[in-house]
């Protein structure tokens, strides 16, 4: 008798289940014999049949059938030994036989299920309505056996994903990208939720997505004012400078890159290129032309922006002249003053400037303060000698207190005279007048005077001496504030009178 193969290997068996393998032994004799016990050794390795007693005939083979269920994990190694029976002679009787067959498996813990772990949210920040925008979501297998996705659906019109189809298998241990697009169909706050099923442990899981739609920006957009600079007529030697204001009315910043002069008698100043302007601010530019030849010159100012109008241009025109003989201005009065003027009130007084020796030409005036502006003059004004020609100063306060100016007369490079000007900002000043009737006790001293800013209180006297009469002016009051009063009778022997009834009293704005 003998097996048919002397050891037999059954492999990783998971904890909690069992394989069952069938062994093949064979009658080699030449007689029959008869299996009587199969002995089974080791842990985890049981008999699994046929039943026994068995008869195998000469060359007879049968299968005995071990069992494996593994009690831990690991190798487990046991035998099978079969005991036989068989006739010896017709006269002596039976003798036994036996066969061993080595055994071992392996016993393997069960592996954990698969479990999906995501972000719990995603915020996909701020775009602009009209365009998109991708992040990318990982999904991660954290168990032991492959998960299978089947679906990853958003919630919410703007939300949409892709780079999966599914259903997905992840392999346990592994990650893999989902990106995840938001395209905003308004401005404002947006959200949805991501529900992610699977097969997994945890077959739902869900992802909170935000985002913001925002409008879209509109372009900075550059406008120059004047389109045009006309510089007139200007003495060789001399130059005159005028403002250019460059504004953005466009929704975003923009970046004025260079600045490009044609012309030889111009230059500008003002800005440093790259310049950048914010949307709704503007810069000023200066523009100064300074003849080198008589004759006209013409020029053109280009600028090159990332603006919506990226070239823009500002043409230029003047004329050289020789110097005419030189004349001599006078302004009159040599100096004005306003006296006292009520602040955010204007009082204007009139002048003249006037040109002796030859004929000036009034290129420009100045005030050293913005409270004294002055009028009645169209510059460039040429006057002829013996002429002159009106003018009107104004001052407007700003603020109380003393205020001067200088206003400065330029007739072109050899001629220009000054005038002195100045005044004084007045607030009004308000007075409250009080009056009451006489106390009906006979022996009556003179009276108090109270004021209180609060209608509870508290009372401060306000006359520094007994008040003989029954009226009172009160003139340290302000603007735009409210008083309480209340008056007292003092006797011949001291003794004050509680209050009288309170008056109110509103004063006005300034």
């Not at 055994?103 to 972000?119: E, K, R």
């Not at 992610?196 to 509109?218: F, K």
């Not at 990332?306 to 040599?334: E, I, K, Q, W, Y």
């Not at 007084?349 to 020796?357: C, D, E, L, Y």
């Amino acid at each position: 008798m003998s097996f048919h193969s002397s050891s037999v290997g059954f492999g990783n068996v998971q904890l909690g289940s069992s394989v069952i393998v069938p062994i093949a032994v064979t009658n080699t004799g030449t007689v029959s014999l008869t299996i009587w016990q199969a002995a089974v050794s080791g842990t985890g390795f049981a008999f699994a049949g046929p039943q026994l007693p068995m008869v195998l005939a000469p060359q007879q083979k049968a299968n005995l059938s071990v069992i494996f269920a593994p009690h831990s994990a690991g190798n487990d190694t046991g035998s099978m030994m079969v005991y036989a029976e068989i006739p010896w002679s017709p006269h002596s009787g039976r003798r036994w036989i036996e066969a061993t067959v080595v055994l071992s498996g392996n016993g393997v813990s069960a592996p954990t299920p698969g479990y999906l772990t995501v972000p719990s949210t995603l915020n996909l920040g701020t775009v602009t309505v009209g365009t998109s925008q991708s992040q990318t979501l990982a999904l991660a297998n954290s168990g032991g056996s492959t998960v299978t996705i089947s679906a990853a659906t958003p919630s919410g019109s703007g939300f949409r994903v892709s780079g999966l189809t599914f259903p997905y298998s992840l392999a346990a241990g592994k990650s893999v990208n989902l990106a995840v697009t938001f395209s905003p169909a308004a401005a404002g706050a947006d959200s949805a939720t991501l529900a992610i099923s699977s097969n997994a442990s945890d077959s739902y899981v869900a992802v909170a997505l935000a985002g913001s739609g925002a409008n879209p920006v509109t372009p900075g957009t550059l406008t120059i004012t004047p389109a045009s600079i006309s510089f007139g007529s200007v003495n060789l030697g001399a130059s005159q400078t005028q403002s250019l204001t460059l504004a953005n009315s466009g929704g975003s910043s923009l970046t004025i890159s260079a600045a490009t002069l044609s012309g030889s008698g111009y230059s500008v100043s003002g800005l440093a290129f790259p310049y950048s302007l914010a949307a709704g601010k503007t810069a000023n530019l200066s523009v100064t032309f300074a003849p080198t030849a008589t004759g006209s010159d013409n020029a053109a100012l280009g600028l090159s922006s990332n603006a919506s109008d990226p070239s823009l241009a500002v043409s230029f025109s003047g004329t050289g002249a020789s110097p005419a003989t030189t004349g001599t201005l006078t302004v009159t009065p040599a100096s004005i003053s306003f006296g006292s003027v009520n602040v955010n009130s204007s009082q204007t007084q009139n002048g003249s400037i006037s040109a002796s020796g030859g004929s000036v030409t009034v290129s420009s005036v100045t005030s050293s303060n913005a409270q004294f502006t002055l009028g009645g003059l169209m510059l460039p004004v040429t006057i002829a000698a013996g002429q002159s020609v009106p003018f009107n100063l104004t001052f407007t306060p700003a603020a109380p207190g003393a205020s001067s100016a200088t206003i400065s007369f330029l007739g072109g490079s050899t001629s220009s005279t000054k005038e002195a000007a100045s005044g004084t900002g007045a607030t009004i000043q308000h007075t409250v007048s009080l009056s009451w009737n006489p106390s009906t006790s006979t022996s009556i001293s003179g009276y108090n005077v109270y004021r209180a800013s609060a209608a509870a209180g508290p009372y401060a006297k306000l006359n520094p001496s007994l008040n003989a009469s029954l009226y009172f002016s009160d003139s340290s009051v302000q603007s735009g504030q409210t008083y309480y009063y209340a008056t007292t009778a003092v006797d011949s022997a001291g003794v004050e009178s509680s209050y009288s009834n309170q008056v109110q009293a509103i004063v006005p704005m300034p």
